[in-house]
């Protein structure tokens, strides 16, 4: 498997600061269909609190009786920038079609290494359980949905955290341990390089925590990529149908990272896979 292609000198950083300007600024962009229902969107509702720091969540809340299935929607930037805006495009087009949906700010690095990202999704998770009622949520049909780093935490909380029941992950790195021993590249967010210590290597890892039990997962990833090779995907991918499970790679020609981040096939394939898993291929 080839070792992520995460580098910050040269062209690569200049790849990299664009990857990140794109996501901050797509807040713009349309949803890829036409609503079938209304929702109200309530912002920056309190979650967690972190040492005085808020963690703040958008609710997006169909119109209608009944609860929704609901999916955490989980953002991108590196571990280290983004904000819970950065995929409204998808909120506003999941809420759209009759889903909840909880996207969140999370402790960023380098100020707070990893597990913190983790440990901030399992909270929002908590709280969309908690506060179900309230915003007219069914806590037995919970799904994560991310993009790049948003992608890898809702694999990995996926594969780590019981109660989900279907997971959508774009552009997502699966696997630090083939990461070469010295590279620095992830020290800002996993504390050293692998060398030194390996565990959190291995603990963020979601392709190390498979089993046949773990949620179905849709993984979509251009085949151009190259800051997240799609061997990343495709292997763990490969793996969990091997245990028994269900995973599924919906797979781009001609597009690297940011191509696969806005392409509204991929988003619309995602929703559909919520609806097999989520809604016995329906819709409400």
């Known amino acids: 498997m080839r070792y992520l292609q995460l580098r910050t000198a040269g062209r690569d950083r200049t790849m990299f600061s664009a990857f990140v ?18 929702y109200e969107t309530i912002r920056d509702v309190v979650y967690q609190q972190h040492e005085g720091e808020q963690l703040l969540a958008d609710v997006y809340e169909p119109a209608g009786a009944g609860a929704h299935a609901a999916v955490l ?24 079609h009759g889903y909840a949906v ?5 402790r960023l690095a380098p100020k ?11 909270d929002a998770l908590r709280w969309m359980r908690q506060h179900a009622a309230e915003y007219h949520i069914d806590p037995t049909r919970l799904a994560a949905w991310g993009y790049s780093s948003g992608g890898h935490l809702a694999a990995l909380l996926g594969v780590t955290t019981p109660g989900l029941a279907a997971v959508v992950a774009g552009g997502a790195p699966c696997d630090f341990r083939p990461m070469p021993p ?26 190390q925590f498979l089993s046949a039990d773990d949620p179905p997962i849709f993984f979509y990833h251009g085949k151009e990529d190259s800051l997240v090779p799609i061997e990343q995907p495709n292997t763990m991918a490969e793996d ?39 809604r016995n291929g329906k819709t409400e």
């Open 21 to 38: 300007a794109m996501l901050l600024l797509s807040v713009v962009l349309p949803g890829p269909a036409p609503a079938e229902t209304t």
């Open 73 to 96: 929607l989980v953002h991108g930037g590196a571990w280290t920038a983004g904000n819970k805006s950065q995929l409204d495009f998808i909120a506003r087009f999941l809420a759209g």
């Open 102 to 106: 909880v996207a969140i700010n999370y």
């Open 112 to 122: 707070h290494q990893f597990p913190a990202q983790l440990e901030d999704c399992r």
């Open 182 to 207: 010295d590279n620095p590249y992830l020290v800002f967010w996993l504390g050293d390089t692998r060398r030194n210590n390996p565990e959190p290597y291995r603990d963020a890892s979601p392709a």
């Open 240 to 278: 969990l149908n091997k245990l028994g499970g269900h995973a599924e790679v919906f797979a781009i020609e001609n597009v690297g990272h940011l191509g696969c981040f806005v392409d509204r096939s991929a988003i619309e394939a995602g929703k559909k896979f919520l609806d097999r898993c989520l």
